[in-house]
């Protein structure tokens, strides 16, 4: 069955920087995107970025374009989200994701959630 396991939260302050690590098992990842979500305190859950395993193409939302990068290693089976110029606004918990369009849905796997805690 499929797994992902996020490490590398942790506290932070405010300018900082910390790489989350996501370790992919149990599935053929080369089909899948695969994505880092956030969830703050008071706010929906969002996409922070997302980078597909076969050409490596990436998006980011806008409020972290600049700062952060998502990136993968194939032979790891791992997704990275570097995150640099941390702000307190990125304080969330962390989900790596990895998800396939079948039947005009997504279906999505999830981690169990790394915490980002940036002071201000």
């Known amino acids: 069955q499929v797994q992902l396991v996020e490490s590398g939260g942790g506290l932070v302050q405010a300018g900082g920087s910390l790489r989350l690590s996501c370790a992919c098992s149990?599935?053929?990842?080369?089909?899948?995107?695969m994505g880092w979500f956030r969830r703050a305190p008071g706010k929906e859950r969002e996409l922070v970025a997302a980078?597909?395993?076969?050409?490596?193409?990436?998006k980011y939302v806008d409020s972290v374009k600049g700062r952060f990068a998502i990136s993968k290693d194939n032979a790891k089976n791992t997704v990275y989200l570097q995150m640099n110029s941390l702000d307190a606004e990125d304080t969330a918990v962390y989900y790596c994701n990895a998800g396939r369009f079948i039947d005009l849905d997504w279906t999505n796997y999830w981690g169990q959630g790394t915490q980002v805690t940036v002071s201000s």
């Open positions: 149990g599935g053929t990842f080369s089909v899948y995107h």
């Open positions: 980078i597909t395993w076969t050409d490596g193409n990436t």
